[in-house]
Each structure stands twice: as C-alpha cells, then as structure tokens.
C-alpha cells in the first residue's frame, strides 16, 4: 500500500491517551501532542543555506533503513516511517525493516508492514537495542545499512549526502545532525544544545566527541549515554567489524570515527528519561559496554574514564581479547594518535591538571557565557560538550579556561569575579578545593565561589557557608 493510503487515525486511535492518563506515563514524552500531528506534518528545513543549492548526485548507493523499537508510541514510529519515504528519492530506499523487540502489542509492528517497502521482524523475547539493530542488519538487502531511532523525522535530503559519503569511502561511519523535537509539544526546534559547541557545523567531522561527551556526561548528570540515533555506514564494512561488538561499542558511546555531515539533518524527540530497558538494567549493560570500549580502544587514556567512573573498575566486562585482536587486524592506529590528529580540538587533561571538566552544580555548570578577558562568569544548564563549561584546577591552583583564569579582583565578600588572562604567582587568581572537593575557596581571601548573584550579576566570592549555592564539582577529580 502507497504510504500516504495508510489509515494513520485507525492505527493511532487504537492506542490513544485515555482521558485521565498521564500522557507521559507510557513513552516518557507526551503522547497526546504526538497523537495529534499528522503523520506526514511538514518540518522547517533547518539546513544551512549552502546545503540548499547542493547537488547531491542521483547514482547512490540504496540503502536499508533499520528501525528498531520496543513499545513505541505508534504516532512516533509511524512518523518516522513516514518521513523516510517521504524525504527520501525513491530509489535510494530499498526497504524499512522494522525490528519489534518484543514490545506488549505485536500489532504495533504488524500493521505497519502494509505500508509500501516495510518489513517487520518480531523478536520472541526481549533483546535490547543492539542485538536487535543487528538482527536487521542480517535481514538488510541493500549495500548501505541505514540505522534510524524510532522517534525521528527526517529533514529535506537527509539521506543523499550521507549515501554520497559512504559511496566515496567505504569506511565512514557517518550521522546527520540530529534536530530537537520538543518531547513536551513535539514542535520541531532545531539542533540540539549539545552540539552548542559549534565545531561540528565547521568541520563536519566529530571523532570521538562521543566519547568524550559521554565520559564526561556519565558521571556528570548520571545520565543514559547518547544514544546512536542514526548512523549509516556500508553494510560489509559492518560485517567486517564484527557486528555485535560493533554495536556495543556504538551505543555504549564509542566508535572508530564518526562523520557528521551537517547537510543532513534528522529530528529527533529527547527524552528526559530513555525508557528503553534492558535485561539486567541499563546500567549495568552501558557500564559493561563502556568499561570494554575502554579496555580495547583508550590505552593509557582509560585512566581518564575510571577517574570519572570509579565504580567501573568493579564491572566484569568480559573477554576482549578478539577485539584486540581485530584492532590489530585492521591496523588501528593508538588512541593518542586520534586525539592528536583526528581531534586535535579535544582537550584532554594534562599532568598539570588536578581536576578537569565541567565544573557542576545542580544541573548547572560554570558557564564563561562567552565572555572573554574582564567579563564575568555564571552559570548555565550543563550541555556536556566542553566549550565555554571546559574548566580546570591546575596543580598551581589556577581555575582555567583555555588561558582564562577565574580572578578575585576584590577580596571582599559579594565581589564579582572575572576572567582574566592567567598569570603565575597572582594571589588573585589561587584556588583549592576543600570539604572533599565540594567547595572551591579563594586561597587569599578564604572566601567561596558562590552563585546566588548569577542571575542578577555573575558569580561572586562569598563567606563560606553549607549553601547550595557554594557546592561545585568538578566532573573528573584526578587526585582523589
Ligand atoms: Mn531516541
């Protein structure tokens, strides 16, 4: 059946938010605001103006798009059907294989598999998200794997200029931009805060941000890891890496290399909270996964990652001697050489460094608000992404950024502080933890790094006391 014959308010309709029920209760976005678009609703082109003009070329490689999804809302999942058929040149999609890992009714699935080009596989038992992206893999007839999350809608040509790269070259693993859609009105908003940073409308290449963002995020906000909404990549070159390796390796928030390509871009509803679970808890599996992507990948870096994941150390991650092995095999080069030459951006923390990162409070973090020399500073929602929330204490106990030091210009308490340029030996500019590694303290002043005037003004340093306002944690303390 032509997609747009498929009868969206009967499918829908089965499952509607009853009058009463908390919209939120079974997706952890609200279902409700989902239900009521319309499964082909126009979205903002949200592409950079020179991606308008393109010409993507017509002799692409097909591709298989692989959805998994495991109790779905059905106004999502039919959305992001939708819009791959929508937005896609015909004959660049071969097929949609739609992976239902074991979600309560099989008739979320089932239906779909009407809809022109959709196939449905069913797993007989729970298998998480990985096990189940391969299983599609496996079922994929087309030369180019296309994994997509099940809450998604595809932008104006998402899918020819991430085909046009991986025709170029085989192994490129390669993402779109993902775009916000509000969980809350399902309005669709644009990049994500994440990506605040910028570099990635530069350069278009991310190498081991993830990793880098997650490392950081894990332990900063105790959050799931981000999760690989969508990547497409040559479906022998999947095969060739192993596959469920792979897959862990991907979700858990590693990968070789990952190529942004921010002509394509792809919403995607975040969630405060993923419900996606797995057997044995989510935890426990990301912690497995994530301890293994260390072991084979960071050599000495993987330091880095146990200072900011202590409890890791504790978590049995298995065998990994045929990763070594296929590390070896494909003559990856060492991850210090990743982070000098494919990322030279990424700031790693230095032997000089006593604590590094963002530097919390609350959901909030350190923020230079772009300032520069003599602005002051405050705080902002944490984005994990480094930028103006990169700080560190340094053995010569300055608080930097880049060559920013955090400044008291007037010891006295309720004084503003600033950023000025770092300078050895200025009393001003001394900084030491205290109460372990809770509170920053002025060393000449002995007053606190306090945000009760961040609204109104800035931070400022004030007479230590227990406030909230005083409690500051660096994302990775290296010496505790
Ligand atoms: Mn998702």
């Known amino acids: 059946m032509c997609v747009f014959d498929f009868d969206q308010d009967l499918y829908v309709g089965a499952t509607v938010v009853r009058p009463g029920q908390d919209p ?46 495991h109790n779905e809302a059905r106004s999502a999942l039919l959305r992001t059907v939708v819009s791959v058929l929508k937005k896609s040149p015909s004959h660049l999609v071969k097929e949609i294989i739609l992976v239902d890992d074991y979600s309560d009714n099989s008739e979320d ?45 595809c932008n104006d040509h998402w899918l020819e200029p991430l085909l046009e790269r991986v025709a170029e070259d085989k192994t490129r693993v390669v993402s779109p931009i993902i775009d916000v859609i509000n969980m809350d009105n399902f ?24 990793d880098y963002m997650t490392l950081y995020q894990r332990r900063a906000r105790q959050s799931k890891p981000i999760q690989g909404v969508l990547f497409v990549m040559d479906k022998d070159y999947f095969d060739l890496l192993g596959k469920y390796d792979m897959m862990m390796d991907v979700w858990g928030g590693e990968k070789p290399c990952l190529e942004i390509i921010p002509c394509s871009r792809v919403g995607h509803v975040f969630r405060k909270q993923h419900p ?39 978590v049995p991650y298995g065998n990994i001697q045929s990763r070594m092995e296929m590390k070896k095999r494909l003559g990856c080069k060492p991850f210090k050489w990743y982070l000098e030459n494919v990322y030279p951006e990424l700031r790693v923390p230095d032997h000089q460094d006593i604590a590094f990162g963002a530097l919390q409070q609350g959901g909030n973090c350190l923020d230079t608000l772009g300032h520069f020399a003599d602005g002051v500073v405050g705080v902002y929602e944490c ?40 300078r050895e030996n200025d009393s001003r500019q001394k900084w030491e933890q205290i109460e372990s590694n809770s509170k920053l303290r002025h060393v000449g002043s ?3 790094l306090d945000s009760r005037s961040a609204r109104t003004g800035g931070l400022t340093v004030e007479v230590c006391s227990p406030s909230l306002n005083q409690q500051w944690k660096f994302t990775l303390n290296l010496q505790s």
């Open 24 to 69: 939120y209760a079974r997706n952890k976005f609200n279902q409700v605001e989902s239900d009521k678009l319309r499964m082909d609703r126009a979205v903002p082109d949200t592409r950079h103006d020179h991606c308008r003009h393109k010409q993507w070329k017509s002799d692409l490689p097909a591709s298989s798009v692989v959805i998994t999804f």
């Open 109 to 153: 699935g089932a239906l779909l598999g009407k809809i022109e080009k959709v196939r449905v596989l069913r797993n007989d038992r729970r298998e998480g998200l990985m096990r189940s992206r391969v299983r599609g893999a496996d079922a994929a007839t087309a030369p180019v794997l296309t994994f997509l999350d099940s809450h998604c809608e």
């Open 187 to 210: 309005q669709y908003v644009g990049a994500s805060a994440d990506l605040k940073g910028g570099t990635v409308f530069l350069t278009g290449i991310w190498c081991f941000k993830w």
């Open 276 to 314: 996606y679970t797995f057997p044995g808890g989510s935890g426990t599996v990301f912690a497995r996964n994530t301890r293994r992507a260390a072991e084979v990948w960071m050599d000495e870096f993987k330091n880095f990652y146990y200072a900011a994941v202590p409890s890791a150390r504790n």
């Open 383 to 422: 984005h994990n992404a480094g930028g103006n929330q990169e700080w560190a204490l340094t053995k010569d106990k300055s608080v930097k950024h880049m060559d920013l030091c955090l400044t008291v210009v007037d010891r006295t308490a309720g004084s503003l502080i600033k950023l000025q340029a770092c």
């Open 446 to 448: 002995n007053l606190c």
